[in-house]
């Protein structure tokens, strides 16, 4: 079974704050990392091949110090690690990358399962995967918390709001991937020597056949009109009394805000 | 002479940074007062491959050779104490396998303690042998395919989580040194016993235990090195024993300086920051400069053992000076904090009470000053 994983290299939002002037991220200094649902889809690829056979390619689209995303993937057990990076790619909304992924996804070729995490934690669309498929138009399913393979199906337990949904989907399909689904490996010492030497291939928009067109700037709709950071709002209200008072008094003003 | 990192070592130093900041110093305090094996920081260890650092490559090992292993012993004691201990108590199982073993014997025994399976000890000390190696009384009958092992070690390091003992016994106690012999013994092994815990004045969560031997069969092909030679692999364990006590007084002289720099700066006193007065920036710079030159002994004396160098006399000048350099920055550490510095609240009466061990264990102060004394007088011959 051949799994490509889709990941994205992110600033460690840990670390990250916003510079109250101009309401931009600081990202000075801040060190970045695998999108954390990324590293899941990456642990799920890796022990799915550890019990069908196969291979897992990591897949990235970024600028090229992303490089160092991959080798972290291909330290917790990828096989094979490709960044497609141009400057043809820059300020690509998520239309705009999922249009070039979904390219170099159909220049590798051979696969059964692509993997990604469910949304990434700068952006937080979650509008890569769905994109990704859509595109290859192939089959997705997205809030994975269990995959199993029965043949050439799988099924798919999703993670919603209130309860979860199976589902069973035929290969080859898209799956995202909620970060309960496993616990991501940490690697040794060994397993990242052994990826720094491995090869991450660097393809550009002319070895995928991108249409410039739909990359980048030109190829985004999305134009994004001004970036704040939310007001909190801390203001509370509280009610006491017996229990049986309050819950009574903390429902109607409920109702009375329209919220139930 | 270069005091460059090469990429790799770089990654894994920054890799125990990480690690030691996000999983072990937080941690740290409870490990202590809670005085459990810290099993939870051991399989990290194991996890990230760092229990093979000096080991050749054919045993699972790195071959990144001893200044390495140095420099990620001296941050793990940086993060966690008890954890750096470990760490450095398991080497002294590891390297005389690794420096003496045959074969066989490395790929029993050498690969599974590289790999983290199992924990290692070293087996010397007794009631009336701690300094004096020579005055070893446990006691080794050779009886047809096994040796027959009698007696008590005391203050073993890792003794009891360790699966894997190197044991120094005597063939005949009449010879002193020249009847010393070095066993590899498994825990289980018919005869082989823990007896009891220490309980001491810090270190609560590093079993310091009893080995006791009552007839203990040891196959002959677990001799290492050879039979009468014990003493031999004993003072070239103790060696390495020096450099990994120098490694770990630096590392937690650093945790207490870490802890006294940030407090300086955060205590207000006479309307100031107690760090803008110069009594204390006076006690942090000589801290810090102490810490430096102890680093500088400890690295070059590893340097020297991965050049194929004589490093002994380096190594005990290394673990002379750290030792009592520990004691004294720990001091000054709960000195800067105050009154809240001798309470449990603050983790530097813990470093200051741990710090008092470095004098004592591995070779006492006093018989550091001897060996160097003695090394010099050689090179000085008239």
């Not at chain 1, 919603?160 to 909620?178: G, N, Q, R």
């Not at chain 2, 009552?214 to 103790?238: H, S």
């Not at chain 2, 802890?259 to 006479?270: C, G, L, S, T």
Request: glycine content about 8%; aromatic content about 8%.
């Amino acid at each position: 079974m051949n799994i490509i994983v889709c990941i994205k290299q992110v600033p460690d939002t840990s670390e990250v704050s916003i510079d109250p002037e101009t309401n931009t991220i600081v990202r000075e200094g801040v060190p970045a990392i695998i999108n954390p649902f990324d590293e899941n889809a990456i642990e799920q690829a890796v022990q799915m091949v550890e019990e069908h056979g196969g291979k897992v390619t990591v897949l990235s689209m970024g600028p090229p110090q992303a490089e160092a995303a991959l080798r972290e993937a291909l330290a917790m057990g990828a096989d094979e690690a490709i960044l497609v990076s141009d400057r043809c790619f820059a300020a690509s909304d998520t239309l705009a990358t999922s249009y070039v992924l979904s390219t170099a996804i159909r220049e590798i070729g051979d696969y059964d399962l692509i993997f990604c995490g469910k949304q990434a934690f700068d952006g937080d669309t979650a509008q890569v995967p769905p994109g990704i498929a859509e595109h290859l138009g192939i089959p997705q399913v997205t809030f994975a918390i269990g995959i199993e393979v029965d043949g050439r199906k799988v099924r798919v337990r999703r993670l919603l709001e209130d309860e979860f949904e199976t589902v069973e989907v035929k290969m080859p399909a898209l799956i995202s991937v909620v970060k309960q689904i496993n616990e991501p490996r940490r690697p040794g010492i060994k397993a990242k020597l052994a990826a720094k030497k491995k090869e991450v291939k660097v393809w550009d928009a002319s070895c995928i056949d991108a249409d410039a067109c739909l990359c980048g700037f030109d190829g985004s709709p999305t134009r994004v009109v001004r970036t704040f950071a939310p007001s909190r709002n801390t203001e509370g209200k509280k009610y006491e009394g017996e229990p049986k008072e309050v819950a009574t008094a903390v429902v109607e003003a409920l109702i009375a805000e329209k919220i139930i | 002479m270069d005091f460059n990192f090469t990429e790799d070592e770089q990654m894994i130093i920054d890799a125990v940074h990480e690690i030691g900041q996000e999983e072990f110093e937080p941690r740290a305090s409870e490990v202590a007062e809670l005085g459990e094996f810290p099993w939870e920081n051991i399989e990290i260890l194991r996890e990230m491959d760092l229990f093979g650092i000096p080991v050749p490559e054919e045993y699972g090992g790195l071959e990144m050779g001893f200044l390495l292993w140095g420099v990620v012993g001296e941050l793990l004691s940086r993060y966690c104490s008890t954890t750096g201990s470990v760490f450095g108590a398991h080497m002294l199982c590891q390297y005389p396998i690794m420096a003496f073993g045959t074969d066989e014997q490395k790929d029993k025994y050498l690969r599974p303690l590289t790999s983290g399976e199992h924990i290692g000890a070293f087996g010397l000390t007794e009631p009336n042998a701690g300094s004096d190696a020579g005055s070893v009384a446990t006691k080794a009958e050779l009886r047809g395919d096994k040796y027959i092992l009698n007696g008590t070690k005391i203050f073993i390091s890792n003794g009891g989580v360790a699966e894997t003992y190197v044991v120094i016994a005597n063939l005949d106690p009449s010879k002193g040194t020249r009847g010393l012999t070095a066993f590899i013994v498994e825990k289980g092994m018919p005869g082989f016993e823990f007896g009891k815990n220490e309980k001491k004045m810090g270190w609560d969560a590093l079993p310091n235990r009893e080995l006791i031997f009552q007839d203990c069969e040891v196959p002959v092909e677990n001799v290492l090195y050879k039979p009468g030679r014990g003493f031999r692999v004993a003072m070239d364990t103790l060696g390495v024993g020096r450099l990994g006590m120098a490694v770990g007084a630096v590392g937690l002289a650093q945790a207490a300086f870490d802890a006294a720099i940030v407090y300086a700066q955060q205590r207000e006193q006479f309307g100031q920051k107690i760090s803008e007065f110069q009594a204390i920036q006076f006690k942090l710079a000589d801290m810090a400069t102490e810490i430096e030159i102890s680093r500088l002994m400890y690295q070059k004396a590893a340097w020297l053992k991965d050049q194929g160098e004589s490093f002994e006399k380096e190594a005990a000048m290394a673990k002379l000076y750290s030792s009592e350099m520990v004691s004294r920055v720990t001091s000054d550490a709960v000195q800067i904090h105050g009154g809240v510095g001798y309470t449990r609240e603050f983790p530097v009466e813990r470093y200051m009470r741990e710090a008092k061990l470095f004098e004592i264990v591995e070779g006492t102060s006093e018989i550091q000053r001897g060996i160097i004394a003695n090394r010099l007088l050689r090179e000085y011959r008239i």
